[in-house]
């Protein structure tokens, strides 16, 4: 079971995030008003991480749609990714690519297209230590399972729960996880290692998902569990 969060007790690298929204009271409010699940402990020895679209177009404050709020998420992100690799877990890198030919309506829904050949869409280079033993998944849907067969890949390495952070939280990180409990995932939501561009759009997804399909967590939760839990394993390649 999830501890309750503690700010004194937060694991050493991760920190509490503060841009707009994000405050210490935004947190407080949301740690008293979700549902703990007795029922669904998180076990890091079956779980994935998985960070959803940590691309420069929506993390680098030069981008076309830069997410301010990704800038206080993201230490938090790379903190837990460590561990996951250290632990031998599967981490999941996401990736969207457009392709109006696949997918036309996100082009006609959004007037633009986030192309293979843009340096925008490459993922941040943070995240360059994990590429060769993570699950790489390139995307042309909001849904990061529709036909990329990573279902499959997660259910092979003995994943059943699965915690989701990245951005945006109303759009790709809320679908991935709807897509994730529709395939019998426990998800994990991070409260503070999801980011989008308004209070409104965020606390929406945590309304409806910690609702119907997923706990709400913080990272300091998830690594303090982990920290607590989980062997040390040697990584597995797990590039998909």
């Known amino acids: 079971m999830l501890r309750p969060y503690d700010e004194d007790t937060i694991p050493e690298g ?4 503060d841009p707009s929204y994000l405050t210490p009271e935004w947190l407080q409010f ?5 549902r703990l699940r007795d ?7 079956k779980s994935a991480l998985m960070l959803v679209d940590l691309q420069r177009y929506f993390c680098d404050p030069e981008a076309g749609a830069f997410v301010p709020a990704s800038a206080a998420i993201l230490p938090n992100l790379l903190g837990l990714a460590r561990l996951y690799a250290e632990k031998g877990r599967p981490v999941v890198l996401t990736r969207h690519i457009d ?3 696949a997918h036309p309506m996100m082009a006609k829904w959004w007037k633009s297209a986030m192309k293979e050949s843009d340096p925008e869409t490459r993922l941040v280079p943070d995240l360059d230590p994990f590429l060769s033993d993570a699950i790489l998944i390139t995307k042309k849907y909001y849904d990061p399972f529709f036909k990329s067969g990573l279902a499959q890949i997660l ?3 003995g994943v059943e729960q699965v915690v989701i952070g990245g951005v945006l939280t109303h ?3 809320e679908t991935a996880a709807r897509a994730a409990f529709a395939h019998d995932f426990a998800v994990y939501f991070l409260l ?10 965020h606390d929406g997804t945590l309304l409806n998902l910690g609702h119907g399909f997923a ?7 998830i690594a303090e569990t982990i920290k607590r839990k989980a062997p040390a394993q040697p990584p597995v390649n797990g590039k998909g």
Do not use: N, Y
């Not at 949301?30 to 979700?34: I, M």
């Not at 029922?39 to 020895?45: A, G, M, S, T, W």
């Open 192 to 201: 503070d290692g999801t980011a989008t561009a308004s209070a409104e759009q």
């Open 155 to 157: 259910k092979g390495r």
């Open 171 to 173: 759009l790709c990180c």
């Open 39 to 45: 029922d669904l402990p998180f076990v890091p020895e």
């Open 30 to 34: 949301w740690l008293e008003k979700r």
């Open 99 to 101: 392709d109006p030919g």
């Open 14 to 17: 991760l920190t509490m995030p």
């Open 215 to 221: 706990v709400l967590a913080t990272c300091g939760e």
